[in-house]
């Protein structure tokens, strides 16, 4: 049987990336190019995603005739009410989602505490799925959850049970994902660079390399604004002082702007960024 054949209630999350829009296609090839009833397809945007991520996730749907499921944290005090469904026209570009979240926290995320994947993206599916009556708890077990993880990702692989994980069992890898994606009609139009995508996920996450950081900032100043308008507003808060920095290793993102304004190089070019669970 194929990896990518649906058996059970399974919840397909689709990142925005390349790679996970390749395990939706698998699926959809699977099962002659429809949707299984069983299946639903759940995009969780943080409104701090590049434009390109949001007309990609679009595309997709629009090109594969696939309904996908769009949906962003609201802050509330019941569960129930803890997310809201948009659309690519009314989804949030300016990181409404994300201060909610930190708002709601009183603190930054950082590399240790990944609330923001945690609330933004896990949490607010997963009510979603409960009260839309897809499965009966909200806990992952009453049904399948499906991630766009490869073969050649050995790190991320080995923390996810291999039953959600069809790109590794299937032995994928980042050049049959990039071969995939030059022979269709339409692709993510963000850079791929040697199968990675730098410019994907949230803009500046926290979690890619310092120098791969400068740069996007010095591609686009503007890009660092809101992450520098959030270290200000945590420090404002400051429930917890030392949780007003994304990370306390490195500058924060107002003196990094500066410092590429004053093209300053401060990083090793080779430093590695932390994986994340948003996917690829």
Not at 76 to 100: C, H, I, L, M, N
Not at 108 to 126: D, G, H, Q, S, Y
Request: charged share 25%; aromatic share 12%.
């Amino acid at each position: 049987m194929s990896p990518y054949t649906i058996i059970e209630p399974t919840c397909i999350s689709f990142s925005g990336g390349r790679t996970s829009a390749y395990m939706l296609y698998k699926v959809l090839e699977a099962h002659n190019m429809n949707l299984p009833d069983d299946a639903i397809v759940c995009f969780a945007n943080t409104g701090k995603e590049d434009e390109a991520t949001l007309k990609f996730v679009n595309d997709c749907a629009v090109n594969w005739n696939v309904p996908i499921v769009w949906l962003e944290y609201q802050d509330a005090e019941e569960s129930k009410d803890r997310w809201k469904q948009v659309t690519y026209e009314t989804a949030s570009r300016d990181g409404e989602p994300f201060e909610a979240v930190i708002r709601k926290k009183n603190y930054l995320p950082n590399p240790v505490t990944r609330f923001c994947t945690v609330e933004m993206k896990i949490r607010t599916i997963a009510n979603y799925l409960f009260y839309k009556g897809f499965c009966e708890t909200r806990t992952q077990g009453e049904y399948m959850s499906w991630v766009g993880i490869r073969a050649d990702e050995p790190r991320r692989a080995a923390k996810i049970p291999r039953e959600r994980t069809p790109l590794v069992s299937d032995g994928v890898t980042k050049e049959i994902v990039g071969n995939f994606w030059k022979s269709q009609s339409f692709d993510l139009e963000l850079p791929n660079i040697g199968g990675v995508t730098y410019h994907g996920n949230c803009d500046l996450c926290f979690l890619k390399g310092a120098s791969q950081t400068m740069s996007l900032i010095k591609e686009n100043p503007e890009r660092a604004v809101w992450w520098a308008n959030m270290e200000a507003l945590a420090l404002a808060l400051a429930s917890k002082p030392d949780g007003a920095r994304f990370r306390k290793d490195r500058p924060s993102y107002a003196q990094m702007l500066k410092y590429t304004a004053d093209q300053t190089t401060m990083f090793d070019q080779h430093d590695e960024s932390i994986d994340c669970f948003c996917g690829d």
